[in-house]
């Protein structure tokens, strides 16, 4: 078995350099959030909706604090302003939500799965797009890092795409995307935003 394993971790290295890491799960301060999302709490359209808000739903408690709308999923949210469960069998709706935000989490979930292509690639690509069906005419779902191989293939008659750099710490993060493919950059924030 030993042998295996280390035969099939050479083929790994040597086909795509390695499997991209395991998917981080962290919260992260609203501060940080809001700055690399390039957001300003003022422009935000209600409701907003959090994708893979944490066990606290931080972002949400601080958007509710200010008297916001807003609502957060995750396996492990907490009630009331978070709802427990999979971001991958969410009801998005249709033409419901202002504002929708994943910081490091829808995004970089489905970049990971993505590399290892299959039915969970598959299934991530399905609900961004009913993600994109859930949003409000001038709706927004904003998240980093950015899916490039996702965003060129929408229409720009029904969506206008926005991408903001990341801080060059925050880049080198994603320093495994580079190398599995090269001509992927998705060291940016993106904005998707239906139009009317």
């Avoid at 994708?51 to 949210?77: F, I, K, M, S, T």
């Amino acid at each position: 078995m030993k042998e295996h394993v280390s035969r099939v971790s050479a083929w790994l290295d040597a086909t795509l350099g390695g499997l991209p890491p395991e998917v981080p799960n962290a919260e992260y301060s609203v501060e940080l959030q809001l700055s690399i999302l390039g957001l300003e709490v003022e422009t935000l359209r209600p409701p907003i909706l959090d994708v893979g808000c944490g066990p606290d739903a931080r972002l949400v408690q601080h958007l509710r604090g200010l008297g916001l709308e807003a609502w957060g999923v995750d396996l492990d949210a907490s009630e009331p302003f978070g709802i427990g469960g999979d971001w991958l069998q969410f009801d998005y709706g249709e033409r419901r939500w202002g504002t929708v935000i994943s910081h490091q989490a829808f995004s970089l979930h489905f970049l990971h799965h993505h590399f290892r292509r299959g039915e969970a690639a598959r299934r991530h690509g399905e609900v961004y797009a009913a993600i994109l069906r859930g949003l409000a005419p001038g709706g927004s779902f904003v998240y980093t890092p950015s899916l490039p191989f996702v965003e060129s293939v929408l229409p720009g008659s029904a969506y206008r795409i926005e991408r903001r750099p990341l801080p060059p710490e925050l880049a080198a993060g994603l320093e495994w995307v580079r190398r599995l493919a090269p001509e992927m950059e998705v060291s940016y924030a993106s904005r998707v935003t239906k139009r009317s």
